[in-house]
């Protein structure tokens, strides 16, 4: 081997190991940045119950690690209440329309927000590991509330919240109903969709690094984000489920395998049309109607 090939081989292994760390460089800063808010980071809220004409009170608990978490409570004017819980890196702000919508019809609402989301403390996104911790905060100031049924408590989530919900409620027998726009089902089905709508990354060869990377940061196995695990455990307890055909911030076919993992009583609302969570501003409407009686049956017996 004459030494100008040798040359040129070198320099081919040198771009290739560049290349492979620049690569190793660029998940782990993905990962990291999935997976961790900083206050400085994140999307606070620009609205208030206040500009929905709501009443409601400005609520702080702290979870089981010491972490403070910013809520709003809009006082029940039936008794019940829905906890509405916003999604990934997201803020309160996400749910006023439902809130506005069911405090017409009565219904206290306990807008919630967890760890590294909103003014909440903490900077470390889990996904549902630890956030369960952060319910729990929730639930339990609930209870020390007179102005409400505890016999009579729902919940509501969005994509990330709507997968906290069910999973809460799997834990928690006393979460009587459950609504869940867009949850995802699991990880391993939704991290190639996901990952390509919030990094811009195609599949191969970064998700799975990427995957590698938050595994090797949190110390959290990918398959152990499985809502497919806890949905069965809510029955008889109802579930509905909703889920937009156009989704590309979780997997479309999500809404099918959660629906499929559930036992009775269960819902699902599949709309080929619509994207991720646009059911109550798409179909606003029927979102009413149908998340309206679906709580009247199963909170108030009505």
């Not at 609930?142 to 919240?161: V, W």
């Not at 479309?252 to 609302?269: H, T, V």
């Not at 029927?286 to 049956?297: A, D, I, L, P």
Request: proline share 5%.
């Amino acid at each position: 081997m004459n030494r100008k090939i040798k040359i040129a081989l070198s320099l081919f292994v040198t771009i290739l190991l560049g290349i492979f760390a620049g690569l190793l460089y660029q998940t782990r800063v993905e990962a990291i940045n999935l997976l961790t808010a900083p206050m400085e980071t994140r999307n606070l809220p620009s609205e208030s119950p206040a500009d929905y004409n709501l009443p409601f009170e400005e609520v702080t608990v702290t979870n089981g690690d010491g972490m403070r978490l910013a809520g709003w409570f809009i006082p029940s004017e039936n008794g019940a209440v829905i906890i509405m819980q916003h999604g990934y890196k997201a803020t309160r702000r996400e749910m006023l329309n439902e809130a506005a919508m069911m405090h017409k019809h009565g219904y206290g609402i306990l807008l919630t927000s967890v760890r590294a989301h909103d003014y909440s403390e903490g900077e470390n996104i889990t996904l549902g590991i630890y956030e369960m911790s952060d319910m729990e905060a929730w639930y339990q100031y609930l209870l020390t509330r007179d102005d409400i049924n505890p016999n009579q408590i729902g919940m509501l989530g969005n994509s990330y919240g709507g997968m906290l919900a069910i999973q809460y409620a799997a834990q928690n027998l006393d979460i009587k109903a459950v609504v869940a726009n867009c949850a995802f089902s699991s990880m391993p089905d939704t991290v190639s969709t996901s990952v390509k709508h919030f990094t811009g990354l195609p599949e191969f060869p970064f998700v799975p690094l990427i995957v590698f990377w938050a595994e090797q940061n949190t110390g959290i196995k990918m398959e152990e984000i499985d809502t497919t695990k806890y949905i069965p455990l809510i029955s008889p307890r109802p579930v509905f489920l909703m889920q937009g055909g156009q989704d590309t911030v979780i997997s479309p076919s999500s809404g099918q395998i959660l629906y499929d993992a559930a036992n009775e009583p269960k819902e699902l609302w599949f709309d080929e049309a619509l994207g991720h969570t646009e059911f109550d501003k798409e179909r606003a409407e029927e979102y009413e109607e149908r998340v309206v009686e679906f709580f009247n049956q199963y909170l108030l017996g009505e």
